[in-house]
């Protein structure tokens, strides 16, 4: 090609392109000449203030920790508000003249049939015929008034009587002896009398009684000696309190029939029995509510004094839990029939009960044995008047027994 077309292809080319593209392909701005406007207007919109409700929201979260505390605080004072209100309790008082007759406790009888098949081959009668054992609730009154007797007549039930006044469960001696006075009443004590029912020897108690000088337990003896074990359908077992009183060893955790404690003279006597006879169901009745006398001649509630081996409820529980592994039953008297609360309606003293305390048991016996009602008894003590009352507890001891509450 020559020099002249050369040239002309070359100014052809120049005068195409742009003076601000360069052979390599990039593209080049010349500054003086562009338009900075849009750009300026872009920026200005990006530095203005926000208004405050078109931001965006931050999302709300919590803090752990702070609401932990929180709660703990939370839960601190209302412990702390329930605790100084529980601490603070509640006053309550009796009202002598307050005819309310219903009393808040709760009734522990714990109910047992016999077994039918201790039943087979033996003849009924038709006549219910009851054995009791026990001491002064039973011993204290033997007419028309007394326990058995009322059982009897409110049932139409033949009752035995054999109770022995000031014996006790828990014997002094593990094998009998008359080497002390103490060891001569065993043999009027529930475990020997037990043994001799089941042996039928009552040499002991006979060689012993003219002795004792006592009625009552002459009287006794002579019922459990004209007993036919064979016409026996219940045997019946009350003792009052004075175990409790004479600081029995409740019992001994190496030997559960260990004679000379409560639990296990109960056990061992119940054996007893049910070996010899086991078609006889037997049925115990606890304590009753009752006071310990102080050096000072002043009423302590059985309640709450422990003379070394428990409060009477200690005995109570203990012979629930020997009467239950038995297959016995268990009448509650210390809460169900004569309790902390209704005491002065139904005991003379500290201890022994009164002819409306005496009802109260045998209607309490009677609703649960006999009547086999499934109920609670009522402890409000309806057959008991303000007459009972004041008629049959002095005014002493009435003072003492509150003073002593």
């Known amino acids: 090609m020559s020099e002249a077309v050369s040239e002309e292809v070359s100014e ?6 742009p003076d601000y593209l360069e052979s390599d392909g990039f593209t080049l701005v010349d500054l003086d000449d562009y338009d900075y406007s849009e750009e300026d207007e872009f920026f200005e919109e990006e530095d203005r203030p926000v208004p405050e409700e078109e931001r965006p929201r931050r999302p709300f979260r919590l803090n752990l920790l702070a609401v932990t505390g929180i709660l703990i605080l939370a839960v601190l004072a209302a412990g702390i508000i329930i605790l100084l209100k529980w601490n603070k309790g509640t006053l309550t008082t009796w009202d002598r003249d307050d005819d309310s007759t219903k009393f808040d406790v709760e009734v522990q009888d714990v109910i047992f049939s016999l077994n039918p098949a201790f ?3 033996r003849e009924d009668d038709g006549v219910t015929t ?3 054992l026990g001491n002064d609730p039973l011993s204290d009154d033997r007419t028309e008034t007394g326990i058995a007797e009322q059982i009897g007549a409110m049932s139409g039930a033949t009752v035995i009587n054999a109770s022995f006044p000031s014996s006790k469960i828990a014997c002094e001696n593990a094998v009998y002896s008359t080497s002390t006075q103490e060891g001569i009443d065993d043999a009027f004590n529930l ?3 037990c043994s001799a029912l089941n042996r039928q020897d009552f040499v002991a108690m006979e060689n012993i009684a003219p002795f004792k000088n006592d009625p009552s337990l002459t009287a006794g003896l002579e019922a459990l000696k004209s007993t036919d074990m064979d016409k026996v359908d219940i045997l019946a077992i009350m003792y009052d309190a004075v175990d409790y009183l004479e600081g029995s060893p409740v019992d001994n955790a190496n030997n559960d029939v260990d004679i000379q404690t409560y639990t296990g003279s109960l056990k061992a006597s119940i054996q007893l029995i049910q070996e010899e006879y086991p078609y006889i ?3 115990f009745l606890s304590p009753t509510f009752a006071f310990y006398v102080d050096e000072d001649e002043k009423f302590q509630s059985g309640a709450m004094t422990d003379l070394g081996n428990g409060t009477i409820s200690t005995y109570w ?3 629930i839990d020997v009467s239950s592994a038995a297959g016995i039953s268990f009448i509650d008297n210390y809460y169900g029939s004569i309790n902390g609360d209704n005491y002065l309606l139904f005991m003379r003293d500290a201890v022994h009960l009164n002819e409306a305390g005496r009802k109260q048991i045998a209607e309490h016996f009677v609703a649960k044995i006999l009547n086999n009602e499934k109920g609670e008894f009522d402890v409000s003590g309806t057959n008991a008047t303000k007459e009972n009352q004041t008629g049959t507890q002095s005014d002493t001891s009435s003072e003492d027994a509150e003073e002593g509450k």
């Open 12 to 17: 052809a080319v120049s005068e195409a392109t």
């Open 119 to 121: 039943l087979e081959g």
């Open 130 to 132: 009851i054995l009791f």
């Open 191 to 193: 475990y020997y009398v």
């Open 281 to 283: 169901r037997i049925v």
């Open 317 to 319: 529980v203990r012979a």
